[in-house]
């Protein structure tokens, strides 16, 4: 089973619907991201979390929404989806330097993406 | 603002030549941290090396090395004797200092890569 984990991993809907995309992880890392990548653009920061208690707006946060209810999961919703917002997601995770892991090269784990096509 | 820059869109070599993907990197940061992520065809994104901005020096891992050259803010990345496996989008990333350089990477465009047999 994948360490980082994305539910669903391809989605249709009409614009106006809400959506939700989940992410879990059995890496136990402190730190979960969601990201969008889209053709010619990269990949882009939409939110961030450090911990339960702690979420962060990345670029491009407008028209999304994210929950953080546990370490292990992180939550990423569209309110109203619009057809702009047609793109590959990324949940991703890393670890903290603060547990002074001599081996953490500072990589992110991500999931295997979700499509998310808005009609 | 930090800024990415992977000019080549597409590069397309025959198996076994050498190969170079460009990365140009703008940041005010006088600690950052650097980065090359591998996208197969299957879309999963694969981590390949995390470079900070004290360390110059070139690294080489089996038939990937890595050149990182401070003064003309570039990151560059060679595949010697490519292989059809090495058939990928690659991007560039770069983040600042704060809490160990991995919560906002800035990344790329992506550079397509496609080995012909």
């Known amino acids: 089973d994948a360490d980082v984990t994305q539910t669903p991993r391809n989605r249709i809907t009409k614009t106006g619907k809400r959506i939700m995309l989940e992410c879990s992880q059995t890496k136990g890392h402190d730190r979960m991201y969601w990201y969008r990548q889209d053709p010619g653009l990269g990949l882009r920061l939409i939110y961030y979390?450090?911990?339960?208690?702690?979420?962060n707006k990345g670029e491009i946060s407008d028209g999304y929404s994210v929950s953080r209810q546990a370490q292990a999961k992180f939550s990423l919703s569209l309110e109203s989806a619009i057809p702009n917002q047609t793109a590959l997601y990324f949940c991703?995770?890393?670890?903290?330097?603060?547990?002074?892991?001599?081996?953490?090269?500072?990589?992110?784990?991500f999931g295997e993406g979700s499509r998310l096509t808005v009609l | 603002a930090q800024k990415v820059t992977q000019a080549q869109t597409e590069i397309s070599v025959v198996e076994k030549e050498d190969v170079t993907l460009d990365c140009v990197y703008e940041?005010?940061?006088?600690?950052?941290?650097l980065f090359w992520y591998k996208q197969p065809p299957s879309g999963e994104l694969v981590f390949l090396i995390r470079r900070n901005s004290f360390d110059e020096q070139n690294e080489i891992s089996g038939r990937y090395s890595w050149n990182f050259q401070k003064s003309t803010s570039s990151f560059n990345f060679t595949i010697t004797a490519s292989q059809v496996v090495d058939s990928a989008v690659y991007f560039c990333?770069?983040?600042?200092?704060?809490?160990?350089?991995?919560?906002?990477?800035?990344f790329g465009t992506g550079t397509r890569l496609t080995i012909i047999p």
């Open positions: 991703a995770t890393s670890d903290s330097i603060d547990r002074g892991r001599s081996m953490n090269t500072g990589e992110l784990f």
């Open positions: 990333a770069l983040s600042d200092g704060a809490n160990f350089g991995n919560e906002k990477l800035t």
């Open positions: 940041t005010r940061d006088t600690t950052y941290y």
């Open positions: 979390s450090f911990d339960v208690k702690d979420i």
